[in-house]
């Protein structure tokens, strides 16, 4: 499988391949998926009681799906504060914001405890304008989060902007100090090191063929069984094969491309700080340096999967490259000399609010589910691995009680109405930013159609 720059990295660090199941065994807890989700919680159930028989089954291997393939751009909640009032009420909102910010310390200390070099650095988030319409985006949030006595941004003046993200194109910012970067496919392989040195049994190259839902669930693999007393679904957008999950979100895919090696080009244009960094568009330009002076730069435009269905659709460089490096160049075109070297794809389980939900599959108080993370995985997943071991432990605490538990949420249409209008309304926000870059105001159809996405970090409502 074609798995990108970061997996390859990833793999010179650790090349070890668990087994493939291969016979009828019972467990616990058993996990399907290898990703963030289910490595976090199979590691916290481990601590919860050693003695629990967990496993891992994963169609591939651990990491290879869209946690090893984005952007390893961890923010903590508070941009979400907004979508989160909306869902689950101010109080709420502001309970879960505040547990989330330990998920960008709880990484990197993690990283440290356990020697696993995921190249973490914490060094802040810049969220920019990169055309005059995007100015003040976040203003609504900023104005909220004061009012709380909670905001933890921080407005920097446009020559600081500047200078820091290393293009003159970024106009205006805030910087939030609790955010970091990681190599997301090594923290993911270290993740799963750890688990199997906590004696969780991982099986890789062993995709779920289906999962029975008796009192007791069974996972049926091709060439064997798991019969587990309680069973997490952590598939992240292949989770959409299961019909009660599949409208909770629309698939589609974010793309990347990375530089070839260029670290004085970079300090040239000042481009060397830790800081991830994001402007202000719903189809999202985001983008950071590495350690050994690539820039890597990615932005949702490629596949939308159709019914729920992944396939094999991602597992190629990106069908978007194109226009992905377009978006680079425009942005940093004294830097857009510095060649390609690679371009990959992975799929986003994207929900209306951009906001996971977690509860328990169609009622069955057995099986767990945690889906929709919108791109936003590598800090979120931590926290909602909290959320996930304690409904399968059937605790009665803060996590369990969650406001993200058993919400409902606004759904996507059916299908092909979601797929036919979910590119529509892509291509319009498109057309929309293009127009507002020069400075233009987009017709009239095309902002009605615009305003049918699903929510980003930019409110898309005033309090």
Not at 355 to 369: A, D, K, R, S
Request: proline share 5%.
């Amino acid at each position: 499988m074609y798995r990108g720059y970061w997996y390859a990295q990833a793999l010179d660090y650790d090349n070890a391949v668990a087994p493939e199941l291969r016979s009828d065994i019972k467990a616990d807890v058993c996990i399907i998926g290898g990703g963030y989700l289910g490595l976090w919680t199979s590691i916290r159930l481990k601590r919860e009681n050693p003695d629990l028989k967990v496993v891992i089954v994963e169609r591939d291997l651990c990491g290879s799906g869209a946690s090893g393939r984005n952007g390893g751009i961890a923010t903590n909640w508070w941009a979400k504060f907004l979508s989160l009032v909306d869902l689950c009420g101010r109080d709420e909102a502001f309970r879960i914001c505040s547990a989330a910010e330990s998920a960008i310390d709880e990484i990197g200390e993690f990283c440290e405890a356990n020697n696993i070099d995921a190249q973490y650095r914490k060094e802040g988030w810049i969220w920019s304008a990169s055309s005059e319409k995007q100015k003040g985006s976040w203003d609504v949030l900023v104005k909220e989060l004061t009012e709380y006595q909670v905001n933890p941004f921080e407005t920097l003046d446009p020559q600081d902007v500047a200078r820091r993200t290393g293009t003159p194109r970024n106009l205006a910012g805030i910087f939030d100090p609790n955010a970091a970067t990681v190599q997301p496919a090594m923290l993911a392989r270290g993740l799963r090191r750890h688990a199997l040195e906590m004696g969780v049994e991982v099986y890789e190259n062993t995709p779920m063929k289906t999962l029975e839902r008796s009192k007791t669930p069974v996972v049926k693999v091709e060439k064997g069984r798991v019969t587990a007393q309680k069973v997490v679904i952590a598939m992240n957008a292949w989770g959409a094969i299961f019909p009660e999950l599949r409208r909770n979100i629309a698939l589609v895919s974010s793309d990347m491309i990375a530089t070839a090696k260029a670290p004085e080009r970079l300090k040239e244009a000042g481009f060397v700080g830790g800081e991830c960094m994001t402007d202000s568009r719903i189809v999202l330009n985001y983008y950071r340096n590495t350690p050994d002076g690539r820039v890597v730069f990615g932005k949702p435009l490629g596949e939308f999967g159709f019914g729920g269905r992944v396939g094999n659709m991602y597992e190629k460089p990106s069908p978007a490259v194109g226009p992905v490096t377009d978006s680079f160049n425009e942005l940093y075109p004294h830097l857009s000399d510095i060649p390609i070297v690679s371009s990959w794809t992975g799929p986003i389980d994207r929900t209306m609010k951009g906001l996971p939900t977690f509860g328990h599959l169609n009622g069955h108080e057995n099986i767990v589910y945690g889906i929709g993370f919108s791109g936003n995985g590598v800090g979120t997943t931590v926290f909602a691995s909290r959320i996930v071991a304690s409904l399968v432990l059937e605790k009665d605490d803060e996590w369990a009680r969650c406001g993200l538990v058993n919400t409902r949420i606004k759904r996507f249409p059916i299908e092909p109405f979601r797929y036919v209008g979910g590119r529509m309304v892509r291509d319009a926000l498109v057309r929309k930013e293009a127009i507002e870059d020069t400075g233009g105001d987009a017709g009239f159809i095309t902002r009605q159609l615009a305003a049918l996405a699903p929510a980003g970090y930019v409110p898309t409502k005033k309090k």
